[in-house]
């Protein structure tokens, strides 16, 4: 199972950006995936996830501001990222979580939002 996100960088405040995640090996279309994001001194968080049937769960201090949303005939799930703050910044890794109880993680995308 390989997981490959692209899509970050440097932004300003305020800004977006969008985090793709392709992925490949697994049954796509049956799999939780989600986004993480882990801040430097921080433990990894969960940002958000979305089933396969496509509901979606955000964390608190994302929620109103980042979406996720599938592709199950391209295999790739997309986080985008609008009104960002600096407090956003993170090393950002797709997860995939599937029937059998496994997670698969992507190798990051730094993000880096400027006050």
């Known amino acids: 199972v390989q997981l490959v996100e692209s899509g970050g960088g440097l932004v300003q405040a305020g800004g977006s950006l969008r985090l793709s995640c392709a992925v490949s090996?697994?049954?796509?279309?049956?799999?939780?995936m989600a986004w993480y994001r882990q801040a430097p001194g921080k433990q990894r968080e969960l940002v958000g996830d979305?089933?396969?049937?496509?509901?979606?769960n955000y964390a608190d201090s994302v929620k109103g501001r980042f979406t996720i949303s599938r592709d199950n005939a391209k295999n790739t799930v997309l986080l985008q990222m609008n009104s960002l703050k600096p407090e956003d910044t993170a090393v950002y890794y797709c997860?995939?979580?599937?029937?059998?109880?496994?997670?698969?993680w992507g190798q990051g995308t730094q993000v880096t939002v400027s006050s």
């Open positions: 979305i089933t396969s049937g496509g509901s979606t």
């Open positions: 997860n995939a979580h599937n029937d059998w109880g496994l997670d698969y």
């Open positions: 090996g697994t049954i796509f279309s049956r799999n939780v």
